[in-house]
C-alpha cells in the first residue's frame, strides 16, 4: 500500500512529519511505502537526521504550500503545485492508497469532498473525531464539521460510518449507537433529532441504544455519538479547550492528560472512496505517526470496502 | 415583594429550602416577603429548627408534587394542587412577584412558557446558563433547552435579553455578545448560524463581538453567548459533567470547582414578564439562598421593565 503524506502540513512540518514517518517504518509491520510529499530540498534535508530505508519512500516535490490561513476552495484553485492539492491528485488518480495532512483543516475537507468520490450511496461524508473516556475507551463523535446543516438520513449514515470505523478500527465488538440530543426519551428533541430517531431505530446494522445528553458524551454510554455537524464541532472543540485549562491550571492527571487531541493524531473522514485524514495544526512525530498507522490499517482491513458493502446491503 | 418558592422541589426538598429561605431572610437588605408553597406540615416541621421570623412569610399548602420523572405537560394539567402548579397560578394572578423551584425541569419551562405572559415582542422565551471563566466571572450561554429549534430573529432577540442579564445581575458594562459558531469568520456556520449573523451586527442594542468557536465558551470572550437551545443544552450538560470528571478523579482546583453548578442556584427564564427561576434538582441551602437573592435583584432593579423598554425601543 501506499500512503500519500503532507509534509507540509502542520506547525512543526516537514520536520515532526518526517521523524514520525521514520518512527512508524521503523516499527512498522504492514507493507507500507509512503509518498512523501512537499519541498523536496527541506525534506531531504530532515532525512539526513531522521532516515528512512530507502525503497521505503518517494519523495513528490510540491513547489506551493496552503497556508493555514488561505482561503480553502480559493488556495485549492490557485495553489495547484501545494502539497495538498498534488496530495488528493495523487489520491484521485490512484498514484496513492490514503492521503494523510495537517495542513489547511478547511482545504482538506474541501479537497476531500471534491477530489475523491464518495462511496456509492453515501449522501454525504463526515469527520468522526475521537472522545475520550474515563476506561481508557475512545468514543466517536460523528459529524465535528463537515455538514453544518443536515437531514435525518445523512445521520443515519453516520451512524454505519461511524459504527464500522468503531468496530474496525477502536476495536468495539457491537458499537453502541448514541444520538446527541437534548433528553433521553425518545420524542425530544429537535425537528432533525427527532426525525433521525425513528431511523437509526428501524437500522439494522447498527446497534442504536437511544438519545445521548451533553453529559454523557464523556461517559462511555455510547461508542459512537452521532449528530450534525455544527454541534458535534462545538462539542469537540469545547472538549479540545478542557486540555487547555487544565494545562494552564498545572492539573496533571492521566484522563485529563487524554484530552490532548493531538496525540490521536488526526480525524478520519468517513464516507469517501479513500482514506482521507486530517491531522491537528500542532501535529508532532507521535501524531505523524499515528495517522499513518490508522490509514495502514483502514487499508489493511479494508474499511473502504466494508462501507461500501453495507451501502450496497442497505440500497 | 413577594417571592414565591416552591419548598417541593429538589431531591433535599423541603429542608434545604427551608434552609436557604432562612439564610436568605437573615442576610437581606431588600424588602422581601416569601410565599413558601408545599406541604404545610412538613415546612413547618423543618421551620422549628430553621426558623424564619413572622411576617416575613407565608406558607401556601400544596398537597401534590410533581415528581422529577412525571410528564411535565400532563402533569401541570393533571395535579393542580401541586406545588409548582400553585406557585405559577399565583404568579399569574400577581399573589407573587417571582417564582423559583428547583423542581421537575419540564414542568417549569411549560409553567413559564404558558401560564405567565412573555415581555411584549418577545417572540420565545429562553433560559440562560452561566459559564464559568478562569478570571472568576461567569458567562451567559442562552438558550440552553427552551427552544431546540429557532429562527434567526429568536437568536437575535436572546442576545438582547442575555445582554440585560448580564448588563444588570452579572454586571458587565456593555456585555460582549457572541454567536456560537463552527468557525470565527463571518460567513461561517449552518443555515441559521449565517442569517442570525447580520442581524446580530445591525443590533444596535448589543455589543456584538462575533462568532465564537466551542474552545472559546469558557474563555472570557464574550460574556453572552448566543445559540438554540438543542446546541445549548449540549454544551451546558456537557459542562456540568466536567465536574463529575474532576469530582471523581479527585482533582481540588478553585477553577474546577466552579463547574459545580449547583452553587449558581439556578438558571433564569429570560422574555417572560415575571422573573422565573430553575433551579438544579440536587440544589442545597446555598442554591435556594441566591435563587431567592437573584429573583429579589431582578425585581430590585426592575429587570423585567428594562427588557420591555428595549423591545418597545425596537419594534
Redesign the interface.
Known sequence: MNIGLDMMGGDFAPLEAVKGAAEFLSSATANVHLTLIGDEEKIKEHLNSYPIPAGKYTIVHAAQVIEMNDHPTKALKEKQQSSIAIGFHLLASSKTDAFISAGNTGAMMVGALFSIKAIEGVLRPAIGAYMPR?DGTLGLLVDV?LN??CKPENLNQFAILGSLFAKHILNFDEPKVGL???GEEEGK???L?QATYPLLKQNKQINFIGNI???????NKANVLV?????G??????????Y??VR??N?H?E??DRFNFEQYGGVPVLGVAKPVIIGHGISHAMAFKNMIRISARMLEIDLMGKMKSSFLEQA
Request: glycine residues 10%; proline residues 0%; negative net charge.
Open positions: 474515563e464539521g453544518a446543516d446527541v440530543n437534548l428533541g429537535n425537528i433529532a445528553e451533553g453529559r454523557d458524551i464523556l461517559l449528530c450534525e455537524g455544527f454541534t464541532n462545538v462539542v469537540l472543540k469545547l472538549a479540545e479547550s478542557i487547555d485549562i494552564r491550571r492539573i492527571d484522563h485529563f
